[in-house]
């Protein structure tokens, strides 16, 4: 089982290190509204993800990976909701400067948890990492198959929280620098809209990987 364990960690890291739509969306809401927000965005991302936790210790996630549907359904809900963020973003880029503002209310925790759970819990990359990468790691003739399969999987949340609250602490490092001029903040508005935007589309049309 550690033999299966380090190998798993070392494919997970790789997979999770990427930045994807989990990132963004950390970045984005560490920016409009600090280190706080930033990192219950990565609490909210890793809750979502627990639900393919418990699904892959239950078999389900194995179930969906063989079926055509539940992967396009599951798919095309996280890009769709990835372009939703995108668009709000830019037809909301100037409120950014209101973010930064002592005066401002700061991005309720509550918002931030929500909109990283939807992400978590619709991101393809926890899919295709839970449901067709995980089972390949579990050594069936130690047995306790959905045991170890917990194990894998909270392991990898794990170093997806790590990765995520990374992000968010580097995101809030640079906060005061963008906060000096509204025009950087509407400039990072806008770009963060359309590399949600990208993501998503990415997502929506990039095939399944068997």
Not at 33 to 52: H, N
Not at 82 to 90: H, M, P
Request: aromatic residues 8%.
């Amino acid at each position: 089982m550690l033999a299966q364990l380090i190998a798993f960690l070392g494919v997970s890291a790789i997979v999770i290190a990427t930045p994807g739509p989990d990132t963004a969306l950390t970045i984005r809401n560490t920016l409009m509204g600090g280190r706080r927000a930033g990192i219950f965005t990565a609490l909210g991302v890793s809750s979502g993800q627990a639900i393919w936790t418990l699904a892959t210790a239950a078999g389900i996630a194995a179930l969906l990976a063989a079926s055509e549907p539940a992967f396009l359904a599951v798919k095309i809900a996280g890009a769709a909701y990835l372009i939703w963020l995108g668009i709000q973003a830019i037809r909301h880029r100037k409120a950014l400067s209101a973010a930064f503002s002592t005066a401002a209310a700061p991005r309720g925790t509550f918002r931030a948890v929500r909109e990283g759970f939807t992400v978590g819990v619709t991101n393809p990359k926890a899919f295709i990492l839970f449901g067709a990468v995980l089972p390949q790691f579990v050594n069936r003739a130690a047995g306790h198959v959905p045991e170890q399969m917990l194990l894998l999987a909270l392991v990898s949340i794990a170093i997806g929280l790590a990765s995520d609250s990374t992000w968010g602490v580097t995101a809030s490092a640079v906060r005061t620098w963008f906060a000096r001029s509204p025009r950087r903040l509407e400039l990072v508005g806008g770009a963060g809209g359309l590399a949600m935007i990208s993501v998503g589309l990415t997502v929506a049309v990039t095939g399944r990987q068997n």
